[in-house]
């Protein structure tokens, strides 16, 4: 499978779980995310200077869309001038995959809660009346796709967000998953690689600078 191919089952998986809607731009994914950060995401897979240059142009001009562009190698692109109207919004997020498999996570000291709906699973750990920590995991054909997956600040360096990866994994391939897909920040990448997860392609990421 190419890297394109992959990203694509992520996007539509992603957007799937969420019920969003996805257009077409230049052969590429633009998600209607509807979000408080962005309105719009254009995700591309390695596209070529002159169609990213094309890309950042649609970006620059449209408020709150934002350009997603993975790449092995990103250095061309972060070297390419950027037209007026758009910014640098993220560096540091990590596109990830796994071959899944079932493991028995370490007893935690919490209420586990789950929150099912067909497809769709959201794990909460919880502390008395607060929530410690959760995750969400969508099937999609073989496809797991993992999202939001969060530790209370208060609540960290308790391995909750490994027990929490290890549950939704469990759950997942209960459910006919065999690869694991997800965007991680560079701190949620420390725990994912820790437990077996590889980074095939990094991320960079642009905004429109209008409002």
Do not use: Q
């Amino acid at each position: 499978m190419n890297d394109r191919d992959l990203v694509l089952r992520w996007v539509h998986g992603w957007a799937g779980m969420r019920v969003l809607r996805i257009e077409e731009v230049d052969g590429w994914p633009l998600v209607h995310v509807r979000g408080p950060s962005r309105e719009t995401e254009v995700v591309c897979v390695d596209p070529g200077l002159d169609a990213f240059e094309r890309l950042a142009r649609r970006t620059a001009g449209r408020p709150r869309e934002m350009l997603t562009v993975m790449a092995r190698d990103l250095d061309a692109y972060r070297a390419a001038p950027l037209p007026p109207g758009i910014r640098v919004d993220r560096v540091d997020e990590l596109f990830m995959t796994t071959t899944l498999a079932p493991s028995a996570p370490e007893p935690v000291p919490y209420t586990a809660r789950w929150d099912v709906d067909g497809d769709r699973a959201t794990f909460l750990l919880i502390d008395g009346e607060r929530l410690a920590a959760e995750g969400t995991v969508g099937v999609h054909g073989t496809d797991a796709i993992f999202d939001v997956i969060e530790t209370t600040p208060k609540y960290r360096r308790r391995g909750l967000g490994r027990h929490v990866m290890s549950r939704l994994t469990t759950w997942a391939v209960d459910h006919g998953a065999t690869t694991g897909l997800l965007a991680a920040s560079a701190d949620g990448a420390r725990l994912y690689a820790s437990i077996g997860w590889d980074t095939p392609l990094p991320m960079w990421s642009l905004m429109s600078a209008r409002p």
